[in-house]
C-alpha cells in the first residue's frame, strides 16, 4: 500500500461548483497535510497546510483533516476556470515530504 | 523578484553527457531541496540540505550528486545521463525542513 493515495482524475466540474479533492494516506507518523496547486509547465504551490485534525479556511478554500480515517481533503468553493490545474496532497514525516500524485482538475465554464 | 530560480529552464542532452542545472534562492530560507518529476507527473524528493548540510539523500544513483556553496544556492549536477533522467526537476526552498516549501519553475530535461 502507497503511504500517500490520490485519484489521478481527471475532475471535470461546472463553474460555480464545489470541488471536493481527496487523499488518504497510511502512515500514522505524518504531522502535517499539505495541498499544493501546480499549473501545467510550473512549479507547485503551497496552497494551504494544517497540522491537526479539523478544518483550516483560506477564501474560497477549506482544508479538512481526519486523522482518525487518515484522509484529507481540499474543498473548493465557488469554483472558477482559473482553479483548472493539478492539485497534489502532501504530507511529511522524517524531515521530508511525501506527495500524492496528483488530481488533475478541469473547471468548465 | 523571482523567489527561486532555476537555469536552464530546457536542457535537451545525448546520453552519456554529464550536465548541471543551477538554483538560487532569494528568500532568505535556510533549506533547499531538489525534486525529480516523472512522466506520470510524480513528485518525487532526491536532496535536501539545511544551512548547507545535506540532510536528505534519498535513493539516487551516483550519478547525481548535489552541491550547495552558499544557502542561497543548491545545484545539481548529473553524470552519465540516461534515456531515464528524462524528467522535470525542481528546485524548492524553505525556512525550515518541510513547511512551506517554494518551488522554482522547474528544470526540463529530455536526453536523447
Known amino acids: 500500500q502507497k503511504e500517500v493515495e490520490q485519484d489521478p482524475g481527471p475532475l471535470s466540474v461546472p463553474e460555480g461548483a464545489i470541488v471536493s479533492l481527496n487523499c488518504t494516506y497510511s502512515?500514522?507518523?505524518?504531522?502535517?497535510f499539505m495541498w499544493y496547486r501546480q499549473y501545467s509547465r510550473k512549479g507547485p504551490e503551497l496552497l494551504m497546510y494544517?497540522?491537526?485534525?479539523g478544518n483550516k479556511e483560506d477564501g474560497r478554500f477549506t482544508a479538512q483533516v481526519d486523522k482518525s480515517s487518515k484522509y484529507i481533503s481540499l474543498f473548493i468553493r465557488d469554483s472558477q476556470p482559473s482553479d483548472s490545474a493539478t492539485y497534489l496532497c502532501?504530507?511529511?514525516?522524517?524531515?521530508?515530504?511525501?506527495f500524492g500524485k496528483g488530481t488533475r482538475l478541469h473547471i468548465l465554464p | 523578484d523571482t523567489a527561486v530560480s532555476q537555469t536552464p529552464k530546457y536542457l535537451v542532452t545525448q546520453m552519456g553527457n554529464d550536465k548541471s542545472i543551477k538554483c538560487e534562492q532569494n528568500?532568505?530560507?535556510?533549506?533547499m531541496y531538489w525534486y525529480k518529476q516523472d512522466s506520470k507527473k510524480f513528485l518525487k524528493i532526491m536532496f535536501s540540505y539545511n544551512n548547507k548540510e545535506l540532510i536528505i539523500n534519498e535513493t539516487v544513483p551516483n550519478r547525481f550528486s548535489p552541491k550547495s556553496p552558499d544557502k542561497a544556492h543548491l545545484n545539481l549536477h548529473i553524470n552519465s545521463l540516461e534515456l531515464g533522467d528524462s524528467a522535470v526537476y525542481f528546485c524548492a526552498s524553505s525556512p525550515r525542513p518541510t513547511i512551506g516549501q517554494y518551488f522554482g519553475p522547474g528544470t526540463r530535461l529530455t536526453v536523447t
Open positions: 494544517t497540522y491537526s485534525s
Open positions: 528568500l532568505g530560507h535556510d533549506t
Open positions: 502512515n500514522s507518523a505524518f504531522q502535517y
Open positions: 502532501a504530507m511529511d514525516r522524517d524531515d521530508k515530504i511525501i
